[in-house]
Each structure stands twice: as C-alpha cells, then as structure tokens.
C-alpha cells in the first residue's frame, strides 16, 4: 500500500493503517451520490450566500464611481454585532467534576487544561473562532474540524475553518440525527501522490470556483492559479467507515475503520447556527428578515441624493438673448455649487418690475421639505431594522442626552438579551472545539508529549519505585553495619525514630501522583467525562465596571461569611466542615480561578485539621469535668482491682516459685547426694580391685620364685648327683 504518513500541509487527515481483515466496500458511487445530493438540499442556501457575501463586501460594486448612493447599514450592523457576540479567544478549563481533592484527577485536569492553552495559542484558534462567528452572523452557520496530526514536529491538534462550500452533512431535522459529515479538501497533485498514492493521477485537477471570476471581469479577479484535486473526506457514523473520494473515481481512494476514538464520533462540533428552519438543518441568514426595509432604505438613500442635486441657489436676471425656455433649461442643467444667475432676455414675463424683484429665485422649499420627509422616513425604516435586529442605542454608542442612567441600563440589557443565544451559541461552539481536542489529547498524545506542553514534573512510576528501592537498600545496610547495631543497642529510641522516619517517606513516594495514572485516566474513555469537566470560559469581552461590580460582590460575599462562620468555629470545632462546605457554596457562583478555588479548598481543609486540633486542647466544661471525674474515679477503681488482683496473682506465683525453689534444691541434694555415695561406691570398687590384683601379682610372684628356688634347687642336686658319679 501506499505511504499513508501525509504531510504537515497535507489539508485531509493521514488516518491510520486499515485493518485488512475488515470487509469494506470500496465502490465510491453511494458516497458521492450522497455528496451531490447534500449539495442539492443546501444549493438554495448556498446560492442566497453567495448574493450576501456580495452585498457585505463587493470591492468592484462597492467602489465603483456613478452607481447609485446606498445606505450601507447591513455592514455596519454587522461589524457592530461581531464583537457584541464573540471578542476575545476562548481559554480551556478543565476540573475534576467533583470537588473531593483527589491527587490523581487534580493533576491529570491541570495537565490536559494546559496542554489545551498550549494548543489553542499554537494554532491561532482565536482566528479560527473569528472566522467562524463571521459566517455565522453573515450566513447563519459557520463550521471548523478537527484533525490529529503527527507528520510535523511531533505530535499536535490541527484546528481548520471549513468554508460553507468545503462542508456538508446529511439533511436531518436535527443534528442528533446526522448520519454522516463530510469535509472537502483541495491537494495538489503531489499532495495527492504523497497521501493516497498512484491512485491520485486519475483525480481531474481544476480551479476552484470562488477563486475564479467572469470572463469579462476586468477587475483583475480572474485568477488561475494551480489546479487541484477535490478530495471528500466522509465520516459515517451509521456505517463506522472514513472514506476518501473524488469525483470521477469508480472506487474510494482510501477507506478505513474511525482513527479517533471520539465521544460524538464526528471530528466536528456541531456547527454554529444562528437561526434554523424549523425541523430542518437549513440556516436562515438575519439578513432576510429585514432586506425589504434595507431595499427600502437603499431606494430612499438614492432619492434623497437626487434631490440633493437640486438644492442650489439659481436665480434668473434680465439681459442676454434667447427664449425664456431656454434660460430656465440652462438653469437646471447647471450642477456649479456656487450660486448661479442666468439672463433672460424676456424679464419682463417673470412680472417682476420693481428693482427688489431684478433677480427672481427658483423655488427650493418644496424640494427641501421633500427630503426632510424623506429622512424622516428613512430614520424610521433605520428604527424598525434595529427593532428587528435587537440592536440598542447603547451597543451602537448612540443615546439621548435627556435619557436617565436607568433607561439606559435596560436599554443596554434588553440588546443584550437579544443577542444571548448567539453569544451563548459560539461559547457553545468553543468549548465543543476544546472537548474534541482534549479527548484527541487524551487518548492519543505520548506522555512526554504532554509533559513538555504542560511544563509539570511529575515522575514516572518507574522513578518512584527506583527511588523506594534506593531508601530500602540504605536501611537494610545501615541494619547490617556492625558499628550500627551496635549504636542501635546503645540508642533503641534513635533508631526506631530512623526507622519511623524511613517509613514515613516510603509512604509519601508511594502515594505521589505519576504520571503514568494520569495518562492511564486520560486514557480511559469510559470513565474520564465523569470526572473531568472540560469547558471554556467566556468568549465576551466583559464590562470593566460589570467587572469590577462582581468582583466587589465576591469579596463582599467572602468577606460577609467569613465573618459569620469563624464565631462559629471557635465556638465549636466540630462544626468546621459544615463551616466548610457553606464556604464553598457562598463562593461557587464566582468563578475565581483555578489557583483562588485551589487556595479556597486548602484553606478549608486547614480550618477542619485546626478544629481537630482545638477540639483535642478544647477547655471542657463543668458536666465536662464532672464527667470526666467520675470516668476517672471508675477508672481508677478499676485499675486498682486489677492492680489488686494482679498483685496477689504475683504473690501466689511467688509462692509458688519458692515451693518449686524448695523443691529443685531437695532434689538436686539429693541428686548431689546419689552422686556422692556412686563416686565412693566406684572409688571403693577400684581400691578392692586394686588390692585384689596386688594380691594376685604378689601370689603369683610368690609362686614363681618358688618354682624357680625348686628348679635351682633340682639343678645343684643333679650336678652332684653328676659330680659324684664321676668320682
């Protein structure tokens, strides 16, 4: 398949890889059928557009010397409506949809709120907002997209104005019911070739049709320029599907399964409307309800510069030659702005004769009061298109002198309640465009983008449990070192302080935020609309002194229960959270801030730790003290019976201790005495055996030195028995 990464300038969304397995239709004659029968439905519109946009700004008609004087009142209604609507560019808020101070969806509010800023400062929504107020107070609809970009320097919300002619939607009776919208995009052709491929060359490249004038326009606004390819980018609801057509194809140029995981599924809010046909999504431009008073107006404006034409100073004198017809036709064709006498030869016909009546004026008075009713007339056309419109004087800047402040200040109000639903209809718009790009955000954007947009240091779970690891090494370490355990052994209290202490800060690493739980509730599509909220706040330049008026109300307001709820505090402590709670309901109207309502909710839950703590040290009271006496003596009573008790448990253990003392030392004597009469008794055996082997050794001694004298004796006897025989 083609390279599908598009390109930063590329007008249509790249999308994603489709799934091959998805069993997709690639016809594209049912999309372009529904394109050219959406464009049918709104041509009428269209067409009623395109006379509107010229009658507000025709730079050829508008600029053109001889036409015909007009009044241009539906430009200046405009430009005074504009600003009255939409001024100043929308900023995200994002908070936790309930306001119980938990860490993770603080965190993960603040860090989607400022990537949000970051994002509509970036991409100049301020100017897109403009755009789109303007074609919805000119052409009754003004419509943006929204696309997820990663072809550029890293990852970005890509917010687009669509021209009414660049969006169409299918015909419903209300937006709810939309099955489809769809976006049209122009690309070159090597935009075209980079985002879809070889497909591309068979897309019919020509110019675009507001870009183009008449043929025999010589105001120079026949411009060419480069052809491009008309490219529909279709999101359909009912079918799941993004397709990609161009007219002439047979077949889609892409097709693929939704890319953005959006809660309204369409890439788009709702567009803005101003007003709507009834039961039909087909604006009505404000300009049709009061063009018969502007033609009107127009067609007095002319008469009255006619007229004006004739307002000057001609008069008629004797002399010269010629008719009198003649004369008096001179006499009107001269258009010099300085008073002009014409002769007439025939003076004496005028009947004037005396020398007052040389010079005979032409009458004027009766064109004078012509065009005095005719502006009279005009004023009050003007009058019933404003009461139509709703413009007051004081939007416009224009007041009676003899008017109270009072009349005025309904005045004021009553033009503000006409324009309302326009105001609240683009900060409507505003915050749709915020919620789109913060749910792309969301579930699209890398943690480190998101941290590099917010500028927050949160640390990586990763870092956490690093960190806990470190802190746990150190200590078994500390543990192992002899000369530690020995000072542990010299200093038990110490230690277990460290240990405390080690533990302590354990905890506070395990239960800081990282940034992994807020990019994993970012990520949970089901479960982050119930907790976070994400709105704008308003698009309308505020009054200094409205202003000013409410921001007086809000300290007075904090200031005034403030000062009614710290008696109450003091009095009684545990009425601090109730104390609490009414502060936050006195201040919730206002909307001070992220930092004041922060600040506000610290200071609450300071008031509630200082009540606890002034309820540990409260003075108690007389029942109080009594009371406690009584407990006290109950008390005491009672640890004396167990003292008692225990103490004549311990007596009895004593005796009995002594008892078994007794008894272990009788027995070990006479263990000790068994002992003794053995040793004596072996001592004894080992003498007698003694004495019996001496005894034996002694016989048997005894026993061989006799055998030895008898046989010395037997010896002598035979050497004389041999001695004697010899002889």
């Not at 002439?248 to 097709?255: I, R, W």
């Not at 006496?629 to 008692?644: F, M, N, P, W, Y």
Request: aromatic share 6%; hydrophobic share 40%; charged share 25%.
């Amino acid at each position: 398949m083609q390279d599908n990464q598009g390109n930063p300038s590329d007008p249509v969304s790249s999308g994603s890889a489709p799934d091959p397995a998805a069993p997709l239709d690639k016809a594209a004659t049912p999309w372009l059928t529904a394109i050219k029968d959406a464009q049918t439905y709104f041509k009428y519109w269209q067409d009623k557009c395109d006379a509107i946009d010229k009658l507000y700004a025709d730079l050829k008609k508008k600029a053109e010397a001889g036409k015909e004087r007009e009044f241009q009142m539906f430009w200046a209604n405009l430009e005074v409506l504009k600003p009255s609507i939409y001024s100043r560019p929308p900023v995200p808020v994002v908070v936790p949809r309930f306001k119980d101070q938990k860490p993770i969806p603080r965190e993960a509010s603040e860090m989607l709120e400022r990537s949000l800023i970051v994002s509509f400062e970036t991409q100049d929504v301020n100017a897109l907002m403009l755009l789109v107020r303007d074609d919805m107070v000119t052409n009754a609809r003004g419509a943006a997209w929204v696309r997820y970009d990663t072809t550029g320097a890293g990852e970005q919300v890509i917010y687009e104005h669509l021209d009414r002619a660049d969006f169409l939607h299918e015909p419903a009776r209300k937006w709810q019911e939309v099955g489809w919208v769809a976006k049209r995009a122009w690309l070159t052709l090597n935009q075209g070739l980079r985002r879809f491929g070889d497909v591309f060359t068979s897309v019919k490249l020509k110019t675009r049709k507001e870009l183009t004038g008449d043929k025999d326009d010589a105001g120079g606004n026949n411009y060419q320029g480069e052809k491009k390819g008309e490219v529909w980018e279709i999101w359909s609801k009912s079918k799941n599907i993004v397709a990609w057509v161009a007219d002439g194809l047979p077949d889609v140029l892409d097709m693929q399964q939704p890319f953005l995981q959006l809660e309204g599924f369409f890439p788009c809010p709702r567009p803005a409307y101003a007003t709507l046909e009834r039961r039909r999504l087909i604006p009505v431009p404000d300009f049709v309800y009061y063009k018969d008073q502007l033609e009107e107006i127009n067609e007095l404006t002319a008469r009255i510069s006619a007229l004006s034409e004739a307002l000057r100073m001609k008069g008629l004198i004797p002399g010269g030659a010629g008719e009198l017809s003649e004369a008096l036709e001179t006499a009107l064709k001269q258009t010099d702005n300085n008073a002009l006498l014409i002769p007439v030869p025939n003076f004496a016909a005028l009947g004037g004769t005396a020398l007052k009546d040389s010079i005979v004026w032409l009458p004027i008075e009766e064109v004078a009061t012509t065009i005095k009713e005719l502006v009279l007339l005009r004023r009050q056309l003007i009058d019933d298109v404003y009461q139509v419109i709703g413009l007051s004087d004081i939007m416009r800047g224009s007041t009676q002198p003899e008017e109270t402040a009072m009349a005025q200040q309904l005045k004021s109000q009553y033009g503000s309640i006409r324009i309302r639903d326009r105001q609240a209809e683009l900060v409507r718009f505003a915050r749709d465009l915020t919620r789109i790009g913060g749910e792309i955000m969301a579930e699209n954007f890398q943690p480190e983008t998101l941290l590099a947009m917010s500028q927050m240091e949160l640390p990586t779970a990763q870092d956490i449990q690093g960190q806990v690891q470190q802190i746990t090494q150190a200590a078994q370490a500390a543990a192992a070192d002899p000369q530690a355990q020995m000072l542990a052994q010299q200093n038990p209290d110490q230690v277990n302080q460290l240990k405390q202490q080690v533990q302590g800060r354990v905890q506070e690493l395990q239960q800081m935020v990282t940034v992994d739980q807020v990019v994993q509730l970012l990520r949970e599509q089901r479960l982050r609309p119930f907790i976070l909220e994400i709105e704008t706040d308003s698009t309308i330049q505020p009054d200094e002194d409205a202003e000013k008026e409410k921001r007086t109300e809000f300290l007075t307001a904090l200031g005034a229960t403030l000062q009614q709820l710290f008696p109450l505090v003091q009095a009684q402590p545990a009425a601090a959270p109730f104390a609490v709670e009414i502060l936050k309901f006195a201040v919730a109207p206002f909307r001070a801030g992220r930092a004041l309502e922060q600040a506000i909710e610290q200071f609450g839950e300071t008031v509630k730790g200082a009540a606890q703590a002034a309820m540990t040290n409260q003075q108690p009271t007389p029942e109080q003290i009594k009371l406690q006496t009584e407990q006290q003596i109950a008390q005491l009573k009672l640890e004396t019976e167990k003292q008692k008790g225990a103490i004549d448990l311990q007596m009895k253990q004593a005796d009995l201790q002594i008892k078994q003392q007794e008894a272990g030392l009788k027995s070990q004597e006479f263990a000790q005495k068994t002992h003794q009469s053995a040793i004596e008794h072996q001592q004894e055996m080992v003498q007698s055996n003694a004495s019996h082997q001496q005894v034996m050794t002694q016989t048997g001694q005894k026993a061989a030195l006799a055998a030895k004298t008898n046989q010395m004796k037997m010896q002598q006897q035979a050497q004389q028995t041999r001695v004697s025989n010899g002889r």
